[in-house]
Protein backbone atom coordinates (compact mmCIF):
# COMPACT_ATOMS: atom_id res chain seq x y z
CA UNK A 1 0.00 0.00 0.00
CA UNK A 2 0.92 3.54 -0.58
CA UNK A 3 -0.04 7.02 0.32
CA UNK A 4 -0.24 9.90 -1.66
CA UNK A 5 -0.28 13.95 -0.68
CA UNK A 6 -0.77 16.74 -3.04
CA UNK A 7 0.57 19.97 -2.73
CA UNK A 8 1.24 23.21 -4.45
CA UNK A 9 -2.20 23.73 -6.15
CA UNK A 10 -3.83 27.44 -5.96
CA UNK A 11 -4.57 30.65 -7.78
CA UNK A 12 -2.76 31.98 -10.31
CA UNK A 13 -2.72 34.21 -13.86
CA UNK A 14 -3.41 33.19 -17.16
CA UNK A 15 0.55 32.28 -18.56
CA UNK A 16 1.52 32.03 -14.76
CA UNK A 17 3.51 28.66 -13.52
CA UNK A 18 2.86 25.84 -10.88
CA UNK A 19 4.79 23.31 -9.18
CA UNK A 20 2.65 20.22 -7.40
CA UNK A 21 4.30 17.95 -5.35
CA UNK A 22 3.08 14.86 -4.57
CA UNK A 23 4.61 13.04 -1.40
CA UNK A 24 4.64 9.08 -0.94
CA UNK A 25 5.00 6.89 1.90
CA UNK A 26 4.62 3.27 2.68
CA UNK A 27 6.07 0.96 -0.13
CA UNK A 28 9.03 1.58 -2.21
CA UNK A 29 8.24 4.55 -4.42
CA UNK A 30 10.82 3.58 -6.69
CA UNK A 31 8.61 0.03 -7.53
CA UNK A 32 5.40 2.48 -8.62
CA UNK A 33 4.40 3.83 -11.87
CA UNK A 34 3.10 7.23 -11.27
CA UNK A 35 0.75 9.77 -13.18
CA UNK A 36 -1.11 12.90 -13.25
CA UNK A 37 -5.12 13.29 -13.60
CA UNK A 38 -6.88 16.41 -13.64
CA UNK A 39 -11.15 16.99 -12.68
CA UNK A 40 -12.82 20.25 -13.38
CA UNK A 41 -16.08 20.88 -12.10
CA UNK A 42 -18.77 18.37 -13.45
CA UNK A 43 -16.43 16.79 -15.85
CA UNK A 44 -14.57 12.97 -15.14
CA UNK A 45 -11.17 13.04 -14.32
CA UNK A 46 -9.27 12.94 -17.29
CA UNK A 47 -5.42 11.98 -17.40
CA UNK A 48 -2.82 14.59 -18.07
CA UNK A 49 0.88 13.12 -17.73
CA UNK A 50 2.45 9.85 -16.48
CA UNK A 51 5.97 8.91 -15.78
CA UNK A 52 7.92 5.22 -15.35
CA UNK A 53 9.31 4.18 -12.55
CA UNK A 54 12.59 5.07 -13.44
CA UNK A 55 11.76 8.12 -14.93
CA UNK A 56 12.66 7.23 -17.99
CA UNK A 57 9.66 7.70 -19.73
CA UNK A 58 7.01 9.99 -20.16
CA UNK A 59 3.60 10.87 -21.59
CA UNK A 60 1.20 13.63 -21.83
CA UNK A 61 -2.22 14.56 -22.41
CA UNK A 62 -1.74 17.00 -26.07
CA UNK A 63 -3.57 19.67 -24.15
CA UNK A 64 -0.76 20.52 -21.97
CA UNK A 65 2.04 18.64 -24.08
CA UNK A 66 5.19 21.27 -24.45
CA UNK A 67 4.11 23.14 -21.33
CA UNK A 68 3.85 20.57 -18.46
CA UNK A 69 6.64 18.42 -17.26
CA UNK A 70 6.24 15.14 -15.14
CA UNK A 71 9.27 14.54 -12.80
CA UNK A 72 9.97 12.55 -9.67
CA UNK A 73 13.21 11.99 -7.58
CA UNK A 74 12.76 8.52 -5.93
CA UNK A 75 15.33 9.53 -3.53
CA UNK A 76 12.75 12.19 -1.87
CA UNK A 77 9.75 9.61 -2.60
CA UNK A 78 8.22 12.71 -4.41
CA UNK A 79 6.38 13.69 -8.03
CA UNK A 80 6.04 16.34 -9.35
CA UNK A 81 4.58 18.28 -12.18
CA UNK A 82 5.96 21.35 -13.65
CA UNK A 83 3.34 23.72 -15.29
CA UNK A 84 3.65 26.84 -16.93
CA UNK A 85 2.41 28.59 -19.50
CA UNK A 86 -0.88 28.08 -17.63
CA UNK A 87 -4.70 28.38 -19.08
CA UNK A 88 -8.08 28.94 -17.23
CA UNK A 89 -8.75 25.64 -19.07
CA UNK A 90 -6.18 24.33 -17.00
CA UNK A 91 -8.66 25.29 -13.85
CA UNK A 92 -9.31 21.57 -11.86
CA UNK A 93 -8.50 19.60 -8.94
CA UNK A 94 -4.90 17.56 -9.68
CA UNK A 95 -4.67 13.81 -8.45
CA UNK A 96 -1.73 12.11 -8.16
CA UNK A 97 -2.30 8.60 -8.63
CA UNK A 98 0.73 5.10 -8.20
CA UNK A 99 0.50 1.67 -9.84
CA UNK A 100 2.65 -0.87 -9.45
CA UNK A 101 4.62 -1.22 -12.69
CA UNK A 102 7.74 -0.38 -14.88
CA UNK A 103 6.30 1.12 -17.56
CA UNK A 104 4.12 4.43 -17.64
CA UNK A 105 -0.03 4.07 -17.98
CA UNK A 106 -2.45 7.09 -18.84
CA UNK A 107 -5.95 5.59 -18.00
CA UNK A 108 -7.53 6.26 -14.86
CA UNK A 109 -8.28 2.14 -14.52
CA UNK A 110 -4.57 1.56 -14.89
CA UNK A 111 -4.18 3.28 -11.53
CA UNK A 112 -4.55 1.84 -7.97
CA UNK A 113 -3.57 4.33 -5.36
CA UNK A 114 -4.90 8.08 -5.98
CA UNK A 115 -4.31 11.28 -3.42
CA UNK A 116 -6.93 13.85 -2.66
CA UNK A 117 -5.94 16.15 -4.61
CA UNK A 118 -5.06 20.01 -4.86
CA UNK A 119 -6.81 22.68 -6.24
CA UNK A 120 -5.24 24.90 -9.42
CA UNK A 121 -7.34 28.03 -10.62
CA UNK A 122 -6.44 29.74 -13.05
CA UNK A 123 -7.84 33.42 -13.78
CA UNK A 124 -7.95 35.23 -17.07
Known amino acids: QVQLVESGGGLVQAGGSLRLSCATS????????MGWFRQAPGKERDFVAA????????YYADSVKGRFTVSRDNAKNTLYLQMNSLKPEDTAVYYC?????????????????WGQGTQVTVSS
Open 51 to 58: ISWSGGST
Open 97 to 113: AAREGSSYYYTRIQYDY
Open 26 to 33: GRTFSSYA
